[in-house]
């Protein structure tokens, strides 16, 4: 858990609460923050007593040298401790979501929650996962991408004036490798484009300009080989964000949504083709936009989703008779049976 990246407080506070879970289920948990190492207990029941909080600045320079020199140390305390049967992933964007702790922990061939190195990589790329998800038939909004240093003159009068004719106003621009709406904006004008593209390049080197789908916002959670109950997020703001997400009373979660049986249907079927053209594993969370026709836009898909009290995936378990600490028992025995599948030795 914690990690270096934007969402290390979600991070910490889905961790925390996972380990509390299957310690109520007789198992022995050891958390292990990237950054700092193990956490005793006692310190556990105190960063839970102080909710979602900054536990280290901001600062990306800084927290990319942070992740260089203990990410790999974290790992190999991992496999150097001899007693190590399942290493629960609780990590949210950056190294942690990326593939690169996924791929680390292949190299020890310690078993792990969550989708592989490869997967993992594919959906954090949000460029390449709706390329994906055109090719298997699963619809999602047109998109348009800016890279440092491709020669693009995001900050001139052209280049919006292009951006907006593609993918009309309002628009959504936003990192392409973030997540929990870290650095997203929804772009009202043409002349507020340069500094939503500004401000998302401050978390990442590849920035996406997303036609915005006017509806409702729906969520599709897959446990295994199966979709959980649909849920519809009714925020607070015009956007789901980071607010919304992380503070009680911000957003309304309806599990299950209000949508007809055919819709649920449809969605549920779109969440589990994007799931395995993507050729995620375990769990996952699969976002959509409902447009006012009735058409379904698939967003994104989160491999390692939030597990916090207010996080969706255990909402959508709980709508399917699944309580909390069931469900982190059915991620740590579909994480053991895919290790046992690939390594029968």
């Not at 599709?220 to 607070?236: F, H, T, W, Y």
Request: proline share 4%; aromatic share 4%; hydrophobic share 45%.
């Amino acid at each position: 858990m914690g990690g270096t990246s934007s969402e290390r407080d979600v991070s910490l506070a889905s961790g925390l609460r996972i380990a509390a879970a299957l310690r109520s289920n007789g198992h022995e948990v050891v958390s292990v923050d990237t950054v700092r190492g193990a956490i005793s207990v006692a310190a556990e029941q105190s960063m839970l007593a102080g909710g979602i909080m900054r536990t280290l600045p901001p600062d990306r320079a800084e927290l990319a040298r942070l992740g260089a020199e203990t990410l790999p140390a974290a790992v190999g305390e991992l496999r150097g401790s001899g007693h190590t049967d399942v290493v629960f992933l609780a990590m949210h964007g950056g190294q942690g979501e990326d593939g690169t702790l996924q791929a680390l922990l292949d190299l020890t061939n310690l078993p792990y929650t969550g989708s592989g190195h490869l997967a993992s990589a594919l959906a954090m790329d949000k460029d390449l996962s709706k390329r994906l998800f055109r090719d298997a038939g699963v619809q999602t909004p047109d998109w348009v991408m800016v890279r440092a240093g491709d020669g693009s003159d995001w900050h001139s009068e052209a280049f919006a004036a292009d951006a907006v004719a593609r993918l009309g106003l309002p628009l959504i621009v936003k990192p392409s490798k973030e997540g929990s709406t870290v650095g997203l904006t929804l772009v009202k004008s043409a002349n507020a484009i340069a500094a939503a593209v500004g401000e998302a390049f401050r978390h990442d080197d590849e920035v996406m300009l997303e036609r915005f789908i006017a509806g409702r916002e729906l969520t599709v959670g897959i446990l295994g080989d199966r979709a959980l109950p649909v849920g519809e997020i009714i925020p607070k703001h015009e956007l789901y964000d980071y607010e919304c997400k992380y503070t009680p009373g911000m957003a309304v979660e309806l599990f299950p949504a209000d949508i007809s049986d055919a819709d649920r249907i449809l969605v549920q079927s779109a969440a589990l083709a994007a799931f395995r053209v993507l050729k995620l594993s375990g769990y996952a969370r699969i976002d959509f936009r409902m447009a006012k026709n009735g058409e379904f836009h698939c967003l994104e898909a989160n491999t390692l989703p939030g597990m916090t009290s207010l996080s969706l995936i255990p909402q959508a378990a709980a709508a399917d008779g699944i309580s909390f600490p069931d469900l982190c028992e059915r991620i740590v025995t579909l994480a053991l049976r895919a290790h046992a599948t690939a390594d029968p030795a």
